[in-house]
């Protein structure tokens, strides 16, 4: 007997779907001096999140947890053994070999992001520049294995992932769904992204301005 | 077993690498032939020119920024960022002994600034011109 249940709670799906446009715009204004200020923006968005996330590893709903996709390499390996012959199991929350992707982006995400603010703050030397770009593109390259683990997974088990990470729900059993879905603190989370971007393009606005009259106009004060 | 040795060795090659390149450092002139020995394969190469160098640097091209916008008109002084105003050290030679040290630091940058500046690439002739002027710089 299945029928639709939640499995992932409001704040586990803000996250996500903020993380995603964070990574990608960052990603994409990584080539300009023109999107720098976007691009050190959304790498601070990217870590505010993940902040949030390891937070929410402990506290929040069941498959949000991280001791719901702590698999051991054994258990990764029969996963995917087992989905290769087009067997695999499934999983209502994350399966085996997904969750090794979770645990390298949010490595991935953590490590490119400090080393980011590191540079910013020219605190960073040429090993720190050569090792954000390294960590930025491996980053790119486990989002694309991450898409396509998804794509496989929701024809082997014919469920659509991606629907299940905008609505919530998936078809299981009623007794493994979550109860709450927290939706007030999903809230709460894009109040505070939005009120970031805001608030930092509008100073960033103020700024530039005051750089471009000053070099034109004071060449001389250098200090 | 082996698996871990080929990691520790791929580890290893790469974390030398990185340790390595200082070992690479190069003169500003010695960039400065690399950039002429390309530059030269151009039919209607010139020869480097400082004067040339220093127009470019403060032209916009027809767009909004030049490279001054951001190294300012004097590259022996500091910067600032048109966007985000941070400080940049500054570009000469004279005044910042690390700068046109490093090839790899030199075309990275040039290819980012140049798309930034001029929307495309730099041709040889354009990078030693500019590297001339700054090498004629003085604090």
Known sequence: MSERIRVWDVPTRVFHWSLVLSF???FLTAESERY????????????GLIAFRLLWGFFGTRYARFSS???????????VSALVKGEAKH????NP????AIWLLLFLAISSGVTGVLLFQDSGGEVVEELHEVLSFAMLAVVLVHVAGV?????MHRENLVRAMITGSKEARPEEGVERSHAWLGVIMLLVVATFWAGYSAVNAMAPDEAVSQAEHHDDDDD | MSRINTLLILLLV?????AIQPALAETPNQILSAVESSAKTAPEFRGFSATRGEQFFKSTHGNDWSCASCHTEDPAGSGKHAKTNKVIKALAPSANAERLTD???????FKRNCNDVLGRVCTPQEKGDVIAYLLTTRK
Not at chain 1, 36 to 47: A, F, P
Not at chain 1, 151 to 155: H, P
Request: proline share 2%.
């Open chain 1, 151 to 155: 794509a496989v997974s929701s024809i």
């Open chain 1, 91 to 94: 999983y209502v929350g994350h």
């Open chain 1, 36 to 47: 720098r200020d976007i691009h050190v923006m959304l790498g601070y968005t990217v870590l």
């Open chain 1, 69 to 79: 996709f702590l698999f051991t390499s054994r258990e990764v390996v029969t996963y």
């Open chain 2, 103 to 109: 090839p790899a630091k030199v075309e990275k940058w």
């Open chain 2, 14 to 18: 790469v974390m030398s690498g990185l």
């Open chain 1, 97 to 100: 070999a997904g969750s090794v």
């Open chain 1, 24 to 26: 990608c715009g960052a």
